[in-house]
């Protein structure tokens, strides 16, 4: 599996996503500069979490207009894989690649702590090697986290089977809509996700739940 | 011309820092004060002249960046 980590002024988890990336699918991956206009030659793209542009005007907007996301949309049509962690979600759903929109925590706070999610959905490239209704622990680290959509858009997601994680009863850190932790593409070829699976692939980082999606992946698209 | 451009959080998104906004203002013996809801004003300049035109391309600019639509509305003000 060939795969980039694209990196915005403000990103600050891309070194994190290719370490996870290098140690589990064995290639390092390239590092994207926002600014270029077209992607080298690959299977995924992750885009990473941090402040990109500093979270300027909203999260993820001024990212969304940069060069290189022009080309990682075209592509995205022709099937290209592309995560999204974190500011990557935010990115995704402010490009219109994802529905909804991520909004301030509901109690104002930036929550940074393990969560414990529910993997609602194995019928994707990002997290065929998981069981359904397996209980991980990722960590998420956000201030606008808060996932939200019409119920319309809600209600489409669940019936086709697009919420892919959600926060376990009780451990919602945000006011996420319906718990939703992450959710697929109509095409089920992007995903994105507030918590962070890049930082539970290691063990001497507490914790391995991570590594299932990197492999899903490897499995899937190498 | 410059313009103005307004942009909160639709009817019925729940608006947390403007409730923190509210809750501040009862603190401090305001207690007149129902629900707030917050927002971001944006002053641009424009070289355009006609009124028209400019309306049609800041309609065009906040669609695409200054407002999010799935949560945010806007409103455009003209200052010629």
């Known amino acids: 599996m060939k795969s980039a980590v694209i990196v915005f002024p403000g990103s600050n988890c891309d070194r994190d996503a290719a370490v996870a990336l290098e140690q589990l699918a064995g290639k390092k991956p390239a590092m994207v500069w926002h600014g270029d206009s077209e992607l080298p030659d690959v299977d995924l793209v992750v885009l990473p979490g941090g402040f990109a542009y500093g979270d300027y005007l909203r999260c993820g907007a001024m990212a969304g207009q940069s060069r290189i996301m022009r080309d990682i949309k075209e592509k995205v049509g022709k099937g290209l894989a592309v995560l999204g962690i974190c500011n990557g979600f935010q990115v995704l759903t402010e490009t219109g690649l994802l529905p909804g929109a991520l909004m301030r925590n509901a109690d104002l706070k930036f929550v940074c702590r393990p969560v414990g999610l529910d993997v609602e959905e194995t019928q994707s490239s990002f997290t065929r090697k998981y069981s359904k209704g397996q209980r991980v622990t990722f960590p998420v680290a956000n201030g606008e986290g808060n996932y939200f959509a019409d119920e319309a858009t809600l209600d489409r997601l669940e019936a086709e089977g697009r919420v892919v994680f959600r926060y376990a009863e009780g451990d919602n850190p945000n006011g996420s809509a319906r718990n939703i932790a992450g959710i697929l593409g109509e095409k089920r070829n992007v995903m994105g996700l507030m918590p962070h699976p890049e930082r539970v692939c290691d063990p001497a980082l507490g914790g391995t739940d991570g590594t299932a999606l990197f492999e899903s992946l490897i499995e899937a698209l190498s | ?80």
Not at chain 2, 13 to 41: C, M, Y
Not at chain 2, 45 to 74: F, G, H, P
């Open chain 2, 1 to 80: 011309m410059k313009a103005r451009v307004f942009v909160t959080l639709k009817n019925g998104v729940l608006d947390p820092q403007g409730k923190a906004i509210g809750n501040a203002l009862h603190g401090l013996g305001f207690s007149s004060v129902g629900e707030v809801r917050q927002g971001k004003v944006i002053d641009l300049e424009l070289s355009e002249r006609d009124q028209a035109k400019a309306r049609a391309s800041l309609k065009d600019m906040c669609e695409k960046l200054l407002a999010n639509t799935v949560i945010e509305k806007y409103e455009i003000e003209l200052v010629p």
